[in-house]
Structure formats: C-alpha cells, structure tokens
C-alpha cells in the first residue's frame, strides 16, 4: 500500500509555468509505474503522462513538448514541470501509483490557468 500526496497546484497566467510534486508514503524505487492524470469539470480523468521505473516515459499529446515529468526515487517524489500553460489545462491533477494489482491514487491539486 502507498500513500500519495500532491502539491504545487493553483492559479497562474496563461504562459506561465507550475511544478507538481507527488510524496510517496514509502519508498517509490520498486514501484513499476507511477503517473500524473488530470480530470477537468465535466470530463473524464485523463493521462497526462507517466513514468515507469525502467526509465521509460510517455506523455499524452496535450502535454507534449510542455510538461515534464520525472521522479526522484531518494526523495519517494514525483514531478510534474508544466511550462506554457493553456486555459485548457484547468483540471484537478492527481498522482498515480501502481502497485500491481492495485492502482493508488492521492487526493488532487487544482491548476487553475486565467488571467
């Protein structure tokens, strides 16, 4: 079992940048895969992008060429650079972990893009 907090979310500019970090309640190096998704009002959850323990990274095409994503296993940390925001990237974000069989998730942080 893992808990997942996140941080780093609220309201910036349209262009401008945020970086979300996710806290694993234990070590992350053995977790395969862990992810950040997003859910905006009225849709459905979605990948944003997802980083496995192998290295291998995929990002969802909204979020291609803007966000990076990266973990920090000596920290049990994930992130979630966003740079060039859009008013289309308003949505909750939340962290993914899975732990086969399981999928764990945290709570969520708002990103608001406006001016």
């Known amino acids: 079992q893992v808990q997942l907090v996140e941080s780093g979310g609220g309201l910036v500019q349209p262009g401008g940048s945020l970086k979300l970090s996710c806290a694993a309640s234990?070590?992350?190096?053995?977790?395969?895969?862990m992810g950040w998704y997003r859910q905006a009002p009225g849709k459905e959850r979605e990948l944003v992008a997802d980083?496995?323990?192998?290295?291998?990274?995929n990002y969802a095409d909204p979020g291609k060429g803007r966000f990076t994503i990266s973990r920090d296993n000596a920290k049990n940390t994930v992130y979630l650079q966003m740079n060039s925001l859009k008013p289309e990237d308003t949505a909750v974000y939340f962290c993914?972990?899975?732990?086969?069989?399981?999928?764990?998730w945290g709570q969520g942080t708002q990103v608001t893009v406006s001016s």
């Open positions: 980083i496995f323990s192998s290295g291998r990274i």
């Open positions: 234990r070590s992350i190096t053995a977790i395969t895969r």
């Open positions: 993914n972990a899975r732990v086969y069989p399981y999928d764990y």
